[in-house]
């Protein structure tokens, strides 16, 4: 049996205002939004600062860390005070997130966006999973008015965020970040954050603030598998 939708997943490809638009969706369908705040949970529940979370979010260690602690935990000379609970690096991170996205999901009536929440949730009951692109114009044009400075650099530095969110999900998960069959819906937001919101939730068959949903269109899904 195919259960009401009750969570909804964004990822994005950096510069698209994805971020915007689950913002939005969330406050719309009257629902918890889970953007910083499950970087915050993460640090909560492991003892440190969101600042300190924060510097993990999205990102792998670097290969010289990733080595090293595989050479640690292959040796012959354990340290125990050093534990995985007492280690705090972005694997640590992306496993507390994961919780903090599975706890959420059982909750329901949250909008969760990126940290792979679309694959921790794939093939779930009650979950509709979309992502986000736009083109390299509106891209561009996005960053150039957050980081004018930057302006001449935007390309690289947007494909350079791309790339890291994709590996993470490529390390943790196994997945391709992008992968369409992960997704119920892809997004392109030059349709506008109205109509991007109006269309995802027709398609998760959820009512919106000013909308009605037919009963004869309501969409319901066990997960993009």
Known sequence: MHSPIRVITVEREYGSRGGEF???LAARLGWKLLDSELVIAAARTAGVTPELAAKFDERLDPWYYRYGKVFWQDSGYPIPSLGEDVIFDSERMLSL??????????????VLVGRGAACALACQPGCFHVF???TAKAKRAWFAGA????AQQADQLL????KRRAAVIRKFYQQDWCARG????LLNSAMGIEAMIAATAGAAGLKIAGQETAGSE???AGGAC
């Not at 903090?100 to 329901?108: K, L, N, R, Y």
């Open 147 to 150: 980081f004018p400075s930057q």
């Open 159 to 162: 494909a350079a965020f791309d």
């Open 22 to 24: 689950a913002h939005d």
């Open 97 to 110: 997130i994961r919780q903090e996205i599975v706890d959420a999901a059982q909750e329901g009536n949250c």
């Open 218 to 220: 309501i969409a319901t």
């Open 182 to 185: 992960l997704y119920h819906m």
């Open 132 to 134: 986000v692109y736009a």
